[in-house]
């Protein structure tokens, strides 16, 4: 009888585990051409509005493999994306959500990655289930950039409401 504390003691330590994973995400702080790292701003030339696109998705039973392939691809792509600001990425460590974020410097340059190269590819591959994907577009001062995860998150769910009647 004397040990049954140690049960206990690893049954709260494997709940408190389980509700923080749920939490734990792996990915990419926002980084790009048009954004200064070191003095944690985007530069001038990325203009006076930022076309910024939220998404949110889930990757598909046993895609997982697929899905990373095709995030690498389009990864190693983002630097060389004309009107690119920056981007970030994030997927829960523990589960099948994944977040995404870019800013823009115009709708020409957002539709030139969506609609071509690895990105287009990536969708294609169906590796995020299509019935989960969501987005969502902003037009922000780029001096609000990067935008912190629970902001993006905030508004994110604050336009998908929006849209649903």
Do not use: C, N
Request: net charge negative; glycine share 10%.
């Amino acid at each position: 009888m004397p040990k049954l504390w140690i049960l206990f003691v690893l049954l709260a330590a494997a709940g408190t585990a389980a509700v923080a994973a749920r939490y734990v995400y792996v990915g990419y702080d926002f980084r790009g051409p048009g954004y200064d790292a070191e003095r944690g701003r985007v530069v001038k030339s990325a203009g006076k509005r930022a076309l910024v696109v939220i998404t949110y998705g889930r990757v598909g039973e046993g895609r997982a493999g697929d899905f990373r392939e095709r995030l690498k691809d389009v990864i190693s792509s983002m630097d060389d994306q004309p009107g690119l600001i920056g981007f970030a990425a994030r997927k829960r460590l523990w589960g099948d959500e994944v977040w995404t974020m870019s800013a823009w410097t115009g709708r020409d340059a957002l539709e030139a990655f969506v609609y071509g190269g690895p990105h287009a590819t990536a969708m294609a591959s169906g590796a995020v289930t299509p019935p989960s994907f969501r987005s969502v577009e902003l037009e922000l001062d780029p001096a609000e950039l990067p935008l912190d995860w629970d902001r993006a998150e905030a508004l994110f769910d604050a336009q998908v409401r929006e849209a649903t009647p």
